[in-house]
Structures are given as C-alpha cells and as structure tokens.
C-alpha cells in the first residue's frame, strides 16, 4: 500500500514536472561546452566572487548570481560576432560563473578562514596555503551533486527555485517572447527602484508594522522584490511552514529564554543571547526531518525493489509456462511484453545515475575526497587522518540535507549544516577547536558547491 501510495504520488509530480520542462524546453541541438562560453563564464563570475568576498566579509551573506550571469553571459556571448548564443551554450557560461562566484562561501573565506587566522594567524597565512586549501575543498561538493540529480531532480522533484527561474530567463532571452520581456524589465525596474530607495533610505528595508518590542526581535517587514520572487518560487506550502518557524523561533523560544534568563546574555543581537537556542532548535529540526525523510526514502526504495523482483519473477513464470505449452515469448500479451520492457528502461536509468554516467563522477568523488584529505591533513596540517576522513564523512551526510533543504525553500542552510558537523567534532576532538573549524569548513564547502551544482543541474534539465 505505502509503495503504491508512493507511485501515484511520483506519477502526479512526473506529469507536473514534465509540463514545466516542456514549457522551458527549446529544442536546440547547438554546441554546449565551448570555450567562448566557459571564457565569459570565468570573467563573469570572476566580477561577482569579487563581490561576493567583499560583502560576505561585512555580512556573511553571498549570492549565486545564477540570473545575473544567465543575463550578462548571454549579453556577451550574443556580441562576440561568432554565431547566436545557444541555450545549452548560455547555462554552461552561467554555471561556470556561479562556480566561480560562490568560491568564497565554499572556500570558507567569509567564516572559517577569518576564523582561524583569529585563532592562530600563521594558520593559512600565505597565498600558497590558501590556494591548496581552497583546492582541496573546492571539487567534493560538485561530484557529490551527480548522484543525488537522479534522487532530487528526476524522482523528488525538488523545485530549486532559482534553478527554474534561470531556466525561465535562458527562456525569455532564446525566444521571441516581447511580452515575457517587457514584464522582465518591469520587474527589474520596479526591484531596482526599491533597492536604491531602501539604500538611500535603509529604514524602509525593515517596516517595524509590529511595534518597536517586535522589532528587536526582528519583527519587521521587509518587503524586498528577492524575497517576495522567492516566495513566489517556492508556493505557499513552503512559505507557510518558514512563517510557522519563524513564529517558533522568534516569538516564543527567544523571548522564554530571555525572559527565564537560560542564556548569558538577555539581549536579542548578541551571538550567545536567546537567538542562540533558536539556531540550535532549528538545526535539531532540520536534521530530525532528514533523517526520517532519509529512511522513509531507503525503506520505500527497499519495498519498491522488492515488488519489483517478484514482478520479474512472476514473468520469469508466465513465460516459462508459455513455452511449456508450445507458445513462444512473442504470442505474450503486448502488455506483459510492455511491463517487461519499461522495467528494463527503467532499471537501466536508474544505473545511469540520472544521466551522469558513474565512470565521471565515482573518479572524481574519489579523488576530491583525496584532495581534501590531503589538504586537510598533509599540507595545512590542521587534522590527522582519521578527523580528516570522518570530517569528509560528515560534509557529506549534512550537504545531502542542505541540497534538499536548498531544493524546497531556495535557502542553502550552510552556515546550519556546518555546525552540525562542529558538534560531531566537539564529540570526537573535544577541547580542539582547529579541528573543530576545519571540519565546519569542509561541510560548509560541501553543502555551498553541491548547492550551487544542484541549481544549475535543474536549469539545464528543464532547458534541455
């Protein structure tokens, strides 16, 4: 029953997912990987890891940049006097840019790093260190992605909001849409105006509708033109269960614990105040979902297998009888001949790992983890072997939650998911904080570039 409840489920999303891909589909057959693209790709995201480092330092915060790129790539690639831009050609420029722009938050340049060199400056404190460390982080998060596409993309359906909304501008900018293009620079007009009025005027970035007492809490509105498009992407089903946290968190965990006094500090903005159980709430939250999220999908899959291979079996026997009575396979009923071929079809997909073929990516898994294992252990010298391979261990439990968390809500819970890894660590090496960051940062770095990779796996699924 539950395996039966389960496929009815799949075929409704399929059919759902299917429409959207038709919708976004263009049907081009030009080259993809070429090195125009891969070219502008690099001097595109080039620009915005700049930016990214720069106000990830002031505000922790950092972007994709996935639409920006899809536009500017585009732009560029369509002035270079060498053919019109493809769209395949167009998400391969795109989603070098976003590997380039994203590598602060995987290289740990807006927490970790700053963090050790606070602990111990010598730590990383040249160039040559930091490009190894940022080499062996960079790569185990993008082969991860590879397998979980087959999982997240083409069986949960996971939206990646901004993955389908790059999808829908490599659309607009392919075809001859004059509408669709007049409301993308109505939109862009009216998020520009908004965002240079609220820089002006930073007060209306944050509306205190609630009263003031709220506010400290950080009960404003914020009525940004991203967000609200966010909000948008992801539906009301989404939108109402992060309300719902919200109201969790910041309207009755941190104002008991303030008022109980449980935390050192009483006061809504300090680090270790009564925002500090909220973090920690919602992180046991996360990962207590996951994980039976994780084990539903195991016991499902196992069920699924199971019924499978007595379905084979009970046509192992229909044919094997047919023969004893002097028919042939092919005097089979052309439904049984359909059932057998499209478990065929189907187990043969699932082998292929949702289109990326297992000799690409089970190498390089391989040999990303040996890389941020040799850089962990033999060239920064920051943990033995042992911490070393239970951190890549971690990274890629918790990246495997920050992608479908990312999927559903568009929000890549990094900085979440690190500390996770952290408390293992604080179990496992107690009183060593290097270890302790060290291990952060290879989660962090995992769940940013899986992440990222995720994106832009929907956009060029859906594009096609």
Not at 44 to 73: D, E, P
Not at 356 to 376: M, Y
Not at 382 to 411: E, H, I, K, M, N
Not at 421 to 435: C, E, G, M, R, T
Request: glycine content about 10%; overall charge neutral; aromatic content about 8%.
């Amino acid at each position: 029953m539950m395996v039966a409840a389960a496929d009815d489920c799949q075929e409704e999303e399929e059919d759902h997912c299917e429409k959207l891909r038709r919708s976004f589909s263009l049907g081009e057959d030009g080259p993809a990987l070429t090195f125009r693209a891969c070219a502008v790709g690099t001097v595109v995201g080039f620009a915005l890891c700049a930016s990214n480092l720069y106000f990830g330092l002031q505000s922790g915060w950092t972007t994709m940049g996935s639409i920006q790129a899809a536009m500017i790539g585009n732009r560029v690639l369509a002035s270079m006097g060498q053919g019109a831009a493809g769209a395949a050609e167009t998400v391969v420029a795109q989603t070098v840019a976003v590997s380039a722009a994203t590598m602060p938050i995987a290289g740990g340049f807006v927490g970790v790093v700053p963090a050790l060199s606070v602990v111990s400056p010598s730590l990383l404190g040249t160039w040559r260190s930091q490009l190894v460390w940022t080499g062996g982080l960079a790569f185990f998060g993008v082969f991860l992605a590879a397998p979980l596409r087959r999982r997240l993309i083409l069986k949960d359906r996971l939206e990646f909001p901004s993955g389908t909304a790059t999808a829908a501008l490599v659309k607009v900018l392919h075809r001859d849409g004059f509408g669709e293009i007049v409301w993308l620079l109505r939109s862009f007009g009216m998020a520009f105006l908004y965002g240079l009025a609220s820089f002006l005027s930073p007060r209306l970035s944050k509306l205190p509708i609630f009263g003031y007492s709220a506010a400290r809490w950080g009960w404003v509105l914020c009525p940004s033109p991203a967000y609200a498009a966010q909000g948008a992407l992801m539906g009301p089903s989404a939108g109402a269960s992060m309300l719902l946290g919200a109201v969790l968190g910041f309207g009755v965990v941190a104002p008991l614990v303030s008022y109980a006094r449980w935390s050192p500090s009483a006061e809504p903005e300090d680090t270790d105040g009564p925002k500090s159980y909220a973090l920690w709430l919602s992180v046991a939250l996360m990962l207590g979902d996951s994980v039976v999220t994780l084990g539903a999908q195991c016991l499902t899959e196992t069920l699924k297998k199971k019924a499978d291979t007595q379905k084979k079996k009970g046509t192992t026997t229909t044919e094997a009888g047919a023969l004893l009575a002097g028919r042939t396979t092919s005097s089979l009923s052309s439904s049984e001949q359909d059932d057998a071929s499209s478990e065929d079809s189907s187990s043969s997909s699932e082998d292929s790992g949702g289109g990326v073929p297992a000799r690409l990516w089970v190498p390089g898994l391989v040999l990303s983890v040996a890389g941020s294992v040799g850089a962990l252990v033999f060239a920064s010298k920051l943990l033995t072997l042992s911490q070393a391979l239970l951190a890549v261990a971690c990274a890629g439990l918790v990246s495997y939650l920050a992608v479908r968390a990312l999927g559903s809500t568009d929000l890549n819970p990094v900085s979440a998911v690190g500390k996770v890894s952290q408390v293992v660590f604080a179990l496992a090496a107690p009183k060593n904080v290097v270890a302790n960051l060290a291990a952060g940062a290879v989660a962090e770095a995992g769940a940013a570039q899986a992440g990222d990779m995720m994106q832009d796996l929907k956009t060029g699924y859906l594009v096609g």
